[in-house]
Nanobody
Framework: QVQLVESGGGLVQPGGSLSLSCAASGSILRLYRMAWYRQVPGATRARVAVITSANRTDYADSVKGRFAISMDSAKNTVYLQMNSLRSEDTGVYYC?????????WGQGSQVTVSS
């Protein structure tokens, strides 16, 4: 069984920074990619950033230049550094991983950007 455990998040003022991390553990034979999704009330979960095992990254247009995703393959851990945060970045952030051909999700981390 595979588990994703997230940490980080919280409350920050507009213009501030926060970071998230997500560690995968369990029977990991192959990790294909990891990503971060954001969900707000009344909306579907939307992908914010993704990173592959080859370290290729992609970002939603709304976060390009402000967020950075990285991965420590040795630790099966993905990070999301969020800078210049805006109120519209508020939401629950979920870690996602494609491992052994299956989808796995973290428990979700609240990020609130407010003055």
């Amino acid at each position: 069984q595979v588990q994703l455990v997230e940490s980080g998040g919280g409350l920050v003022q507009p213009g501030g920074s926060l970071s998230l991390s997500c560690a995968a553990s369990g029977s990991i034979l192959r990790l294909y990619r990891m990503a971060w999704y954001r969900q707000v009330p009344g909306a579907t979960r939307a992908r914010v950033a993704v990173i592959t095992s080859a370290n290729r990254t992609d970002y939603a247009d709304s976060v390009k230049g402000r967020f950075a995703i990285s991965m420590d393959s040795a630790k099966n851990t993905v990070y999301l550094q969020m800078n210049s945060l805006r109120s519209e970045d508020t939401g629950v952030y979920y870690c996602y991983a494609l491992i052994n051909g299956d989808d796995f999700w973290g428990q979700g981390s609240q990020v609130t950007v407010s003055s």
